[in-house]
């Protein structure tokens, strides 16, 4: 005759476990990116129509930001360091001259 073990009804559940946690949801980043001809909407144009799917980039203001010497983008990545990924592929555009981050914000 053997031994009749009952399974223990687990209290733990994913909802339980997960209560009170945030998850982190990537970051938010204005950049500001400066273009060798700074006035040139057609580089403009250019440009967003070369990255503007591939890194997920999209104009903040439709007007030249003359405090910042160049245009405001907004982006969302996983981490800071994507955003510095974004940048470095943008500064390697021949009609760029610079691109910095402006502002970083967390999703959550």
Known sequence: MGV???????????????????????????????????????????FLAKYQDELGIALKNDTYQEEYDGWLLHTEASSEKDIDRICAIIEEDIDIDECYVLSLTNNN
């Open 4 to 46: 009749n073990v009952m399974p223990r009804k687990s209290k733990l559940s994913m909802d339980k476990l997960s209560s009170g946690i945030d998850y982190f949801t990537g970051v938010n980043a204005t950049l500001v990116v400066v273009f060798a001809d700074s006035y040139n909407n057609y580089s403009l144009v250019n």
